[in-house]
C-alpha cells in the first residue's frame, strides 16, 4: 500500500497512509490512515465509509492512540539497534559477523543483471558490489529479538540507513567532500528450516558502501515512523587494515597474536591511560598501559566491540651511558593511532605499523611486521597531534640522554612516516641560552607551523622553573613565551585570577606535567598540579577550582566545547570551556546518588568493584571504558559518564535554601536556571553552509506476495549502490552541466520507458521479480534543519549564517499593566553572550526582542566573514579552524537539557520499592516512613549515642506505567461501551417506535373486527334474509366504518317489515 496523505473524493476518504499530525481533523484522518496502513487490516471496509459515519466513533479511536504512545514513550529506551557485518556468503545465517577488511569490489552481482532485460539498467555496463552488507535488528527488553523483529515488520517498520564518509586526511590526492548516502533496508528471511510459523527469523540488510580515500564511516540507524518507538542509534564502522585471510579462511591480525583470556590482573589496579589518535580520522584505536605486558587493547568500533593483542616486537634494547634505564618492562606505555598507521612506546624504543588501506593508497602498501624507527635515539615519550593538516597527519617524540632539548618531529603522510630533529641549528637549551634543560611536553600548532614546548629549566642555585617556549618552523627561531610561577597563586576565595605579576603566592609548589592546545579555540592550557588557560600564549588566567593537593594526569576534550580532567588519583573533573568553573564528577555525593539508583534499577554496568581503564569522548558525549569485577568474574564494558545528571545532583545537594512556613522550616527545591524553555528558530537550510551531499536509495520492489527479499535481489540493491556512487565519483560538478546532478544521465534514455516497466511489473511480469524504480535514486538538495546547529559549517568570503535564540524567562505571567516595567525586567533577567575564538576573521551581532506577552526574549544572531583572512587554498584546503561561542550568561552548571523523560529519572521505576502502587481509593497513597538518625559508627569524638527520629511524608507517586495503562483502557472501553450504546439506541430508537405503532395498529384492528362479528352475528340468524350483504375486510379501515353505518338501516328495515 503506497503510504502518502488521505483523500477526500466526492465524500468517501481514500486510506493511503499516515502523515503528520497538526490540528483535530488531521488527528482523526491519522488514527483512520493508521488502521489501513496495517498489513491485512480488518477495517479496511470500515476506511471506505463516509467520514460523517460515527465522528464520536473515531474521536475515540484517536483518544485511544494516546495511551499506547505513553506506553511507549516509557519503553523508548529499553529498546535499541543492533547493527552487525555480513558477506555475501553469511547472508540469512543467524549469529553470524565479520570484521570489515576487505576492500576490493566484488564481480559476482554482474550475473545478476544480465536477465534484467525489461528493466532500466544498462546491459553494457559491468555492474560490481560492495563486500559487505549491513544486517540491522533490534531487541528490547524481557523478548526475544526475533519475536521484535517479526512485529516491528508486521506493523511496517523498515529501518532508514544514513551512512555518512569521513573526508580523507591527504587532500592532494582525494578531494575533500562531505558525502552521506541514506538506504531504506530490505526485509530478509533467515535460510534456516522453520516448520512452527512461515516468518520465524528474520533481518534487515542495506548494501555497505565504501568510499575512496574514506576508511572511517558512522552509521545512523532510524525507524521510518511505522512500528514501535526505538531511538536512533550511531555505529562506527571503520576499515581493519591490521587483518589478513589465512589459508584456512580464518582472520588473524598482522600485529600480534590475539588472546582470549582477559583475567583480572590486566586490568584491575591499573591506572588509567588517555586514547591517544587523530580526531575523526582514525579507523583503529589501540590503548596500552598493561603491566609487564607487551598488549594492547585494539577496536575498530570505539570499544563497542575490542581484542586484545599480544604484539609481535622484539622488546630489546641494549642501554648505554648516554641513554640511562633504570628497569626494563615489557609494558606499552604511549599508543597513538592515525588515519593508517599505529605508533608504540615500549622503555625508550619507538616502533610504528602501517596497515593495508587500498582505499587510501591504493595499493597493498603496508608494513608487514613492526618497523622500529629512531634506532639510535632514547625517547621518553611521544606526544599526540589531534588534527591532520596540510594533508599529513604529526607526532612527536621526545628525547633524553644524549639529545635532550630536541624533538623528533614526525610526519605521516599515505602510510610513509619521516622524522625530523627540531629545532635544526641548534638545541632548545642553547637556544634559550641556559646549560641543562629538559623538555616535558610539546604542542604542535598548525596553523602557524609552531611547535610550542614546555621546558624545564635546571638552576644550579634555586629550584627548577618552567618555560613556554615557542620554534617557528619556517623561521627556525625560539622565543620565550611565557615563565610560569615557582608557587600556586592565592585566589582568595575567587573561582579565577588573572596572573598579573602583583598577586600573592601560596606555600605549594606548581609542578606542570603537560600542555593541551586546542585549535578551533585557540585555546593552551598548561596542567599538573594546577590548570592555567590563555588564548594569546601570553596572558593566563589560573582555575582556583582545582585542588592543589591534587595532580592531573592527563585531559580528555570533545572538541565541542568540554572538557573532562582524570587526576593520579583517578578522580574526574568536569569543564565546560568559556567558563572557570570546574566540577568534581567522581567521586562526588552526585556520583553516589547515581549509583545508587543504577543499583536499584540492578543495572549491569556498575559493580562495587571497577577500574576505570580509559576516558573518552565520542559524537560530543563522555564515556568510560571500565574493568568490572563481579562474583570472581571480571568484563570490560563501555559506559556513558552521565555529566548532566551528575551535574545536577551536585545542585540539588549544594543548593538549597530553608523558609518559613509558619513554624516550620520547609526545604524547597529551587531550579537556578534562569530560563525555562531554550529553543532555536529560523535555522537555514543546512547543505549550503555545511556543503553536506547526501543520496538516497530504496531497494528494489519485490514482486513475491510476502515481500521478503532473496538473494538476487539483495545483489541488484548492491550493484545499484555502487553504481551510484560511482557515478558521483566520476562526476566532476561542471559549471556548464544542465543539471548538477550525477544521477540525471543514468536515467535519461530510460526515463521514456517508465510506464512501461511500472504496467511489467504491476502484470507481475517483470524480470527477476524485481522492479527498480528510477525515483528511489536520486540526490538531495532540499535537507532541512533539525532545530539544532549544525557541526560544522563554511564561510566562504563576505557570507553570513544567521539564526535565533528563543528563551523563556523562569517567572509567572505578566499583567497588562505591568507590560513596560515587564519589558526592561525580562532583557535584563537572561543575557545572551558570543564569543569569538578570531575576532580578526569573523564578526557577529545580537539583537535584542523582548515578546512581553510570552514572558520570552528572542536573540537574532548573525555570524558574518569580514574579508580579512586569505591564508586559505583552493577550495576546502588549508581551511582555517575556528568556532564562535554562543551561551546564556549565568547557566554554566545551573541549566541542563531536558529529555522525554525529563531532566531527572523516574525514581519509582521497575524494581523499586515504590513502583506499583495499588489505589484503595481515588486519591493517590500516602506513605509515611520513619527515619532513624544516629551517630553511632560514624561520630567518634564523643561517647555519647546521639539518635533522632523523624516522619517522613512522602504522597504523590504516579502509577506504573502497566497499571496506569490497565486502568485507562478499563475506562476507555467502558465509556466506549455506553457510548457505542449510546449511539446504537439512538440509530434503532425510530426503528423500534414504527415496529411497535405497527404491530400496535395490527392488534387493535384485530380487536376491532372481532367486536364486529360478535356484533353482527346474532341479527343474521334471526332474519335470514337481507337485502345487502356487508363484506368485512381487515386490511381496510374505511370499510368497517361504512359496515358500521349501514348496520342500523337494515335493522330499521327488517323492524318495518315485521
Not at 592527563?554 to 570551556?577: C, K, P, Q, R
Not at 557577529?844 to 583572512?869: G, H, M, P
Request: charged share 20%; net charge neutral.
Amino acid at each position: 500500500m503506497e503510504r502518502g496523505r488521505a483523500k477526500r473524493e466526492k465524500g468517501v476518504r481514500k486510506c493511503r497512509g499516515s502523515g503528520e499530525v497538526r490540528t483535530e481533523q488531521a488527528l482523526t484522518d491519522k488514527v483512520r490512515a493508521t488502521f489501513c496502513a496495517a498489513p491485512r487490516c480488518a477495517l479496511m471496509a470500515l476506511c471506505g465509509r463516509n467520514s460523517r459515519v460515527l465522528p464520536a466513533l473515531w474521536a475515540l479511536l484517536a483518544v485511544l492512540l494516546v495511551p499506547w504512545r505513553l506506553w511507549a514513550i516509557e519503553d523508548i529506551e529499553e529498546c535499541t539497534w543492533q547493527v552487525v557485518l555480513n558477506k555475501f556468503e553469511t547472508v540469512g545465517k543467524n549469529g553470524m559477523s565479520d570484521r570489515f577488511f576487505s576492500q576490493e569490489p566484488l564481480e559476482t552481482v554482474d550475473n545478476v543483471f544480465r536477465p534484467l532485460v525489461d528493466a532500466p539498467t544498462d546491459q553494457d555496463e559491468k555492474y560490481l558490489s560492495f563486500p559487505y552488507y549491513l544486517k540491522i535488528n533490534y531487541s528490547c527488553n524481557g523478548e526475544s529479538s526475533e519475536a521484535q523483529v517479526r512485529k516491528g515488520h508486521l506493523t511496517g517498520l523498515k529501518p532508514v540507513v544514513l551512512v555518512t564518509f569521513q573526508s580523507p586526511v591527504n587532500f592532494h590526492r582525494w578531494k575533500i567532500e562531505q558525502l552521506q548516502i541514506q538506504m531504506e533496508a530490505a526485509p530478509f528471511r533467515s535460510k534456516e528450516e522453520c516448520i512452527a510459523e512461515e516468518v520465524c527469523v528474520m533481518s534487515w540488510y542495506t548494501p555497505m558502501p565504501i568510499k575512496n580515500g574514506s576508511v572511517v564511516m558512522r552509521v545512523d540507524v532510524s525507524s521510518n515512523g511505522l512500528g514501535p518507538f526505538i531511538h536512533d542509534k550511531r555505529f562506527q564502522v571503520n576499515i581493519n587494515g591490521f587483518l589478513q585471510r589465512q589459508q584456512d579462511d580464518t582472520l588473524q591480525f598482522t600485529v600480534g597474536n590475539e588472546i582470549f583470556n582477559l583475567i583480572p590482573r590486566y586490568f584491575v589496579n591499573v591506572p588509567s591511560r588517555p586514547l591517544w589518535h587523530t580526531v575523526d580520522q582514525a579507523p583503529v584505536l589501540i590503548l596500552g598501559g598493561i603491566s609487564d605486558e607487551k598488549f594492547i587493547l585494539l577496536t575498530d568500533t570505539s570499544f563497542r566491540d575490542f581484542f586484545l593483542v599480544e604484539l609481535n616486537i622484539d622488546s630489546c634494547w641494549v642501554g648505554s651511558f648516554y641513554c640511562p634505564q633504570a628497569s626494563f618492562t615489557a609494558t606499552i606505555y604511549d599508543a597513538i593511532a592515525t588515519e593508517s598507521t599505529l605508533f608504540i612506546r615500549q622503555n625508550q624504543l619507538v616502533y610504528y605499523f602501517t596497515g593495508t588501506y587500498i582505499t587510501l593508497h591504493e595499493s597493498n602498501h603496508g608494513s608487514g611486521s613492526w618497523v622500529r624507527v629512531l634506532a639510535n635515539e632514547c625517547i621518553k615519550r611521544l606526544c599526540p597531534v589531534h588534527f591532520h593538516s596540510n594533508g599529513s597527519e604529526y607526532i612527536m617524540a621526545l628525547t633524553t640522554g644524549k639529545r635532550e632539548g630536541y624533538v623528533h618531529f614526525g610526519t605521516i603522510t599515505d602510510g610513509h612516516v619521516s622524522f625530523q630533529l627540531l629545532p635544526k641549528q641548534r638545541s632548545v637549551c642553547e637556544g634559550i641560552e641556559v646549560v641543562n634543560c629538559s623538555i616535558t611536553w610539546a604542542v604542535f600548532i598548525a596553523d602557524d607551523y609552531n611547535l610550542l614546548m614546555l621546558v624545564e629549566i635546571e638552576a644550579p642555585t634555586t629550584r627548577n622553573y618552567f618555560q613556554v617556549v615557542s620554534y617557528d618552523l619556517v623561521r627556525d627561531n625560539l622565543v620565550i613565551l611565557y615563565t610560569i610561577p615557582e608557587f600556586i597563586p592565592d585566589a582568595r576565595g575567587l573561582e579565577f585570577l588573572m596572573i598579573l605579576g602583583t598577586e600573592s603566592y601560596t606555600s605549594f609548589p606548581m609542578v606542570p606535567k603537560g600542555m593541551f592546545y586546542n585549535p578551533y579555540k585557540n585555546l593552551l592550557l598548561i596542567w599538573g598540579n594546577f590548570l592555567l588557560q590563555s588564548y594569546n600564549y601570553e596572558n593566563f588566567i589560573y582555575l582556583a577550582d582545582f585542588p592543589k593537593e591534587e595532580s592531573i594526569k592527563y585531559l580528555v576534550n570533545s572538541f565541542h566545547g568540554d572538557m573532562a580532567i582524570v587526576t593520579e588519583t583517578e578522580e574526574i573533573w568536569y569543564l565546560l570551556e568559556g567558563s572557570y568553573r570546574m566540577y568534581k564528577l567522581f567521586p562526588s555525593k552526585g556520583w553516589g546518588m547515581y549509583i545508587n539508583l543504577q543499583m536499584m534499577h540492578q543495572s549491569s554496568l556498575y559493580t562495587s568493584n571497577e577500574t576505570m581503564v580509559t576516558l573518552f569522548y565520542e559524537d560530543s558525549k563522555l564515556y568510560q571504558l571500565v574493568y568490572l569485577m563481579n562474583n570472581q568474574k571480571g568484563r570490560l564494558v563501555k559506559r556513558l559518564m552521565p555529566v548532566e545528571e551528575l551535574l545536577m545532583y551536585h545542585q540539588l545537594s549544594d543548593h538549597y535554601l530553608l523558609h518559613q512556613r509558619g513554624n516550620q522550616l520547609t526545604l524547597p527545591f529551587t531550579n537556578f536556571c534562569p530560563f525555562t524553555v531554550i529553543r532555536l528558530r529560523d535555522l537555514p537550510n543546512p547543505q549550503v553552509y555545511t556543503r553536506q551531499e547526501r543520496y538516497q536509495a530504496h531497494p528494489p520492489r519485490m514482486l513475491e506476495p510476502s515481500g521478503f527479499h532473496d538473494e538476487n535481489s539483495l545483489a541488484v540493491y548492491q550493484g545499484l549502490i555502487y553504481h551510484l556512487l560511482c557515478l558521483h565519483s566520476k562526476y566532476l560538478k561542471p559549471y556548464a552541466d544542465p543539471v548538477h546532478d550525477s544521477t540525471w544521465r543514468w536515467w535519461k534514455n530510460k526515463k521514456l520507458n517508465r510506464d512501461y516497466y511500472f504496467y511489467l511489473a504491476s502484470n507481475l511480469q517483470s524480470a527477476s521479480n524485481v522492479y527498480i524504480d528510477m525515483t528511489s535514486y536520486e540526490k538531495i538538495y532540499d535537507l532541512k534543519a533539525k532545530h539544532e546547529l549544525p557541526e560544522r559549517i563554511f564561510l566562504d568570503k563576505g557570507t553570513s549564517y544567521s539564526f535565533s535564540v528563543f528563551l523563556t524567562v523562569r517567572g509567572h505571567s505578566i499583567n497588562l499593566q505591568e507590560r513596560v516595567l515587564a519589558a526592561v525586567d525580562l532583557g535584563s533577567k537572561v543575557d545572551l553572550g558570543v564569543v569569538l575564538a578570531d575576532p580578526g576573521c569573523l564578526e557577529a551581532v545580537v539583537k535584542e526582542e523582548v515578546l512581553t506577552n510570552r514572558n520570552s526574549v528572542l536573540f537574532w544572531v548573525t555570524l558574518s566573514d569580514k574579508r580579512s583572512c586569505f591564508d586559505q587554498g583552493i577550495s576546502g584546503h588549508h581551511l582555517l579552524k575556528t568556532s564562535m561561542l554562543v551561551k546564556v550568561v549565568g547557566t554554566v552548571g545551573r541549566c541542563f537539557q531536558n529529555t522525554h523523560q525529563g531532566p531527572r529519572m523516574w525514581l519509582c521505576l521497575r524494581n523499586s520499592p515504590c513502583h506499583d502502587t495499588i489505589p484503595h481509593t481515588i486519591f493517590a497513597p500516602e506513605f509515611f516512613f520513619k527515619v532513624l538518625v544516629s551517630n553511632r559508627g560514624v561520630d567518634k569524638s564523643t561517647y555519647c549515642d546521639y539518635q533522632l527520629t523523624f516522619l517522613l511524608h512522602i504522597h504523590g507517586l504516579p502509577l506504573s506505567a502497566k497499571r496506569a495503562l490497565l486502568i485507562l483502557m478499563v475506562s476507555s472501553s467502558v465509556f466506549i461501551g455506553l457510548v457505542i450504546l449510546y449511539i446504537v439506541f439512538c440509530l434503532l430508537l425510530p426503528v423500534v417506535v414504527k415496529a411497535c405503532n405497527t404491530l400496535r395498529w395490527k392488534i387493535n384492528n384485530i380487536i376491532t373486527s372481532e367486536s364486529y362479528y360478535t356484533y353482527t352475528s346474532p341479527s343474521r340468524i334471526v332474519s335470514g334474509t337481507s337485502e345487502t350483504k356487508s363484506k368485512v375486510s381487515s386490511s381496510v379501515s374505511s370499510k368497517v366504518v361504512e359496515e358500521k353505518e349501514e348496520a342500523p338501516v337494515e335493522t330499521s328495515k327488517k323492524h318495518s317489515i315485521t
